[in-house]
């Protein structure tokens, strides 16, 4: 089975920050190191233009060029990158086999699963448009672009309502816009959010569009209860409904949470020996580039453990 080509010390599934420093670490550890990375390796990143919070950049990296990199470094290392989806996995045995969308399977002793979590948006074409030019998925990410500025946020739960508290540091003014009559955010954030000068709550509304030219200018809203239309003039808007981890291919294999994300031990162990993840498929909270690189930095160096150990 080793000398097989399609058999590897350590294969990794999913190709953003966490997939690819998982195999930068894999094969510098010595590992064979394989990596399935989608169509179009390069993972969320692939959709936004400046990144300001990357280590080691002075001056904005725009985010397929980061990915370029980071795809370009591991190949050097000597990583096998395929260009296809995993989309089935069995762990029944070691060595665990995982097939390909071309119908190639694969066999690995380790498998890190670093297949990212998708971020929600509200299917509007204008918002499509705008994205990475008003329209932002990541306020973490973006805030910083618009101080002293108007934004709003979309959306009602917990990450919507610190999204909204983390802009007022910048933005003039900050509309949280909510569906529905009443906030999923927990009491305490709303009781900060309802005492903010800086942030108003309008309920009952959807937006209806986002209009500009270059960039986004306002973002037409509609209340569900009564019809009426209103445009807030904003230069930001961050859509704060939530992310679908990309755990298909896992569920019934390994523990998710009641979201969908990957149960990890805090070393990014998951319930099965010798299967890892890292990045966003297992993290609900932070969903950064340099975090996500970071466990994938650990979990390779799990898997290097794992396999020594389990000779
Ligand atoms: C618009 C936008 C802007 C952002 N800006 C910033 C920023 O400025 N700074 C920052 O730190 N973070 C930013 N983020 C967040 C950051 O992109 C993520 O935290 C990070 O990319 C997560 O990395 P990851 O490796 O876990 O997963 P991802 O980047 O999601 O990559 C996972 C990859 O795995 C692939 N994949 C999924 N399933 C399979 C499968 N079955 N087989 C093979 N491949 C598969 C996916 O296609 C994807 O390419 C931004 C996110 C978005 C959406």
Redesign the pocket.
């Known amino acids: 089975m080793s000398g097989s080509s399609n058999h590897f010390d350590l294969l990794i599934?999913?190709?953003?920050?966490?997939?690819?420093?998982a195999a930068i670490y894999g094969t510098r550890g010595g590992l064979k190191t394989g990596l399935?990375?989608?169509?179009?390796?390069?993972?969320?990143?692939?959709?936004?233009t400046?990144?300001?919070?990357?280590p080691g950049f002075e001056t904005p990296v725009n985010?397929p060029d980061l990915m370029i990199h980071m795809l370009n470094q591991a190949k050097r290392l000597g990583t096998e990158v395929f260009q296809?989806?995993?989309?089935k996995v069995d762990f029944k045995a070691s060595p665990f086999a995982v097939t390909?969308?071309s119908a190639r399977i694969y066999t690995a002793r380790a498998v890190i699963a670093?297949?990212?979590?998708?971020?929600r948006w509200l299917g509007l074409p204008s918002e499509k448009k705008y994205?990475?030019k008003g329209v932002?998925?990541?306020a973490?990410?973006?805030g910083f672009f618009y101080r002293g500025k108007e934004v709003c946020v979309v959306g009602g739960g917990d990450t919507a309502a610190e999204d909204a508290l983390f802009l007022t540091k910048f933005a003039s003014r900050v509309y949280l816009v909510h569906r529905r009559d009443q906030l999923r955010a927990n009491f305490r954030l709303q009781e900060k959010l309802k005492a903010h000068p800086k942030i108003e709550i309008i309920y009952d509304s959807t937006p209806e569009e986002m209009l500009g030219d270059a960039r986004l200018t306002s973002v037409k809203i509609k209340n569900v209860k009564t019809g009426a239309a209103r445009e807030l003039i904003v230069t930001g808007a961050f859509i704060a409904i939530g992310h679908t981890p990309?755990t298909?291919?896992f569920e019934g294999r390994l523990k998710l949470d009641e979201a969908g994300y990957i149960l990890t031990d805090g070393h990014t162990k998951t319930s099965l020996p010798g299967v890892f993840a890292?990045?966003?498929?297992m993290?609900r909270y932070?969903?950064?580039?340099?975090?996500?690189?970071g466990?994938?930095c650990m979990a390779a160096m799990e898997a290097e453990k794992y396999l020594e150990n389990s000779k």
């Open positions: 599934i999913g190709s953003g920050p966490a997939g690819f420093t399935l990375g989608g169509a179009a390796p390069g993972g969320q990143l692939l959709n936004t400046e990144i300001e919070n990357f985010g296809e989806d995993a989309v390909g969308s670093a297949t990212g979590a998708r971020a994205l990475g932002s998925g990541c973490t990410c973006d990309e298909a291919i890292a990045g966003d498929v993290d932070y969903k950064q580039a340099v975090v996500a690189a466990s994938g």
